[in-house]
């Protein structure tokens, strides 16, 4: 199995304190995802976020209905926080979120390391670039959600 990296990073102009609580609610995906993915949450709100917290989406990647469940394997608030894919289209996917301090406001970064079924055909024409364009969108909305203050 081949594991892929991504990794993105934002300045956003809150610190972590004040930033983490909308990364905390799991009902603020539905902000960050793109629309053409048809994201849905279908576990029952509210969601206590926590280690070993389970949640449940559907969504279509091109097109193909997926049910997707991700564990949080860490939760160290309002510093980082871990998930896995427990169940989805990946054979590993595990999503690193930390938020750094940073010139009065925030660095949020985002570390994914992944593997996909057949690598060897889709990663490099449908997977990565569905993945960069995926936190493109996320990166977009999150500077929409928290502009930079006068």
Known sequence: MRIREFSAEL?????????????ANAANLDALTPPWLNFKIVTPPPIAMREGALIDYRLRVRGLPLRWRTRIN???????FVDEQIRGPYRQWIHEH????RDGGTLARDQVS???????LVHRWLVRPDVEKIFGYRAQELRKQFPKRP
């Open 98 to 101: 930390t938020f750094e301090a």
């Open 114 to 120: 992944y593997a996909v079924p057949f690598d060897f």
């Open 74 to 80: 860490l939760w160290q608030p309002p510093h980082r």
């Open 11 to 23: 300045w956003l102009p809150l610190p972590p304190e004040e930033l983490f609580p909308f990364f």
